[in-house]
Each structure stands twice: as C-alpha cells, then as structure tokens.
T-cell receptor, first 114, second 115 residues
C-alpha cells in the first residue's frame, strides 16, 4: 500500500533552474495539496486541488505552478528557482466525506537552491 | 484569515513528567488534527477531533477540542524518550464549511524528553 509517493527525495538546484516535484497517490483521493515546511513556521499551503482539472492557490503560491490532469498525480513546478525556495516540500491527499478525513502525507522532498 | 498558534514552541521534559501543549486558532472550526513528525520524516496522523468536547487518547497522549474557546490541547502523561518529536496541530475549515483538504498548521512544538 504505497499511499502518497513523492519524488525526488533530495534535490539541489542552481538559482534560475526549473524543476518539477512529483506527487502520486493510490488511494483515489479527490483532494491533493502541496505544502512547504520551513523552521519555526509549520507547514504552509502552496497550491491545492479538489479534483482533476481543478486547482487553486494557497497561502504562498508565488514561484510555483501546478496542474492536475489525473486523480492520481499532482506535480509542483518551480519556474525559476530562488534561494528563498529552499525548503522541505510535502504533498498530501485526503478524501471528502470520509469518517476520518485526515490528510496523508508523502515522505517529503528536501530542496536546496544555491 | 485563519491563524493557528501553538505553545510552547519548545518543550524539554523529564521522563515520567506530565505536560500539555496548547493549540489556539482564530476562526471557528469543528475539525482539528494533531500530527507527529520525527526528524527528517513525514507527518504521522495522531488524532482527528471532529466536534466540540471531543477527547481522544492513544497511549500516553490525550487530545481534546473546545470549539467555543477555539482551543485544543495535547496532554502528555508520564513522558518517555520515544515521545521526543515535533508535534503539529492543524485546522481544516470553518465550522459548517466545506473541506477542501486545506490545512492551516501551527508552528509546531519540539518536544525533547530527557532521562
């Protein structure tokens, strides 16, 4: 039972480079979201999706793009990496109407921008 | 805008002692979560609190929710070293609203349990 799978686990980028963080879930969850975790700030929502073809911005969306063409996948694109995007990124999925409703998180991607 | 605040942010405890972590949030909500995170790891769901007065217990941890006070507590009983981790509370949505899986997190409480 894979749950939420993120790749890569670690990545080093140079300023100005672009890349895509991958996220896939096998639980048929409608809701998926991306968070970044920085020391002392908890996790902050970047973008979220309530279903295939539907995405919206969260609290800190600048510099990131998302799309959701399938229920399973929700990639996060960094358009032009900046040192301020050095962080740990978590993808999460959840299902509306479930008795427990809690979000399930991937293992995270540790990104360093130099 | 929903804000979630935890305190304390750092907690150093001796084994065997009791302590409480507090989670305050700014907008009425009837859904609150507690997560645990070990260093370098993902978030593990501990408790889901879905209504006013909800109380859940698992081992040495007990969580409660008071929606009127906009307060949740995570109580640690007779702490052991294995409980050392970072604990987050997160709020899902305004009361009576629709959940879109959008969580607002507290800053996290770094708990260290010493022998």
């Amino acid at each position: 039972n894979a749950g939420v799978t993120q790749t890569p686990k670690f990545q080093v980028l140079k300023t100005g480079q672009s890349m895509t963080l991958q996220c896939a879930q096998d639980m048929n969850h409608e809701y998926m979201s991306w968070y970044r975790q920085d020391p002392g700030m908890g996790l902050r929502l970047i973008h979220y999706s309530v279903g295939a073809g539907i995405t919206d911005q969260g609290e800190v969306p600048n510099g990131y793009n998302v799309s959701r063409s399938t229920t399973e996948d929700f990639p996060l694109r960094l358009l032009s990496a900046a040192p301020s995007q050095t962080s740990v990124y978590f993808c999460a999925s959840s299902s509306p109407g479930s008795p427990h409703t809690e979000a399930f998180f991937g293992q995270g991607t540790r990104l360093t921008v130099v | 805008e929903l804000k979630v605040e935890q305190n304390p942010l750092f907690l150093s405890m001796q084994e065997g002692k009791n302590y409480t972590i507090y989670c305050n949030y700014s907008t009425t909500s009837d859904r609150l979560y507690w997560y645990r995170q070990d260093p370098g790891k993902s978030l593990e769901s501990l408790f889901v609190l879905l209504s006013n007065g909800a109380v859940k217990q698992e081992g040495r941890l007990m969580a409660s929710l008071d929606t009127k006070a906009r307060l949740s507590t995570l109580h640690i009983t007779a702490a052991v070293h294995d409980l050392s981790a970072t604990y987050f509370c997160a709020v899902d949505m305004p009361a009576g609203g629709t959940s879109y899986g959008k969580l607002t997190f507290g800053q996290g409480t770094i708990l260290t349990v010493h022998p």
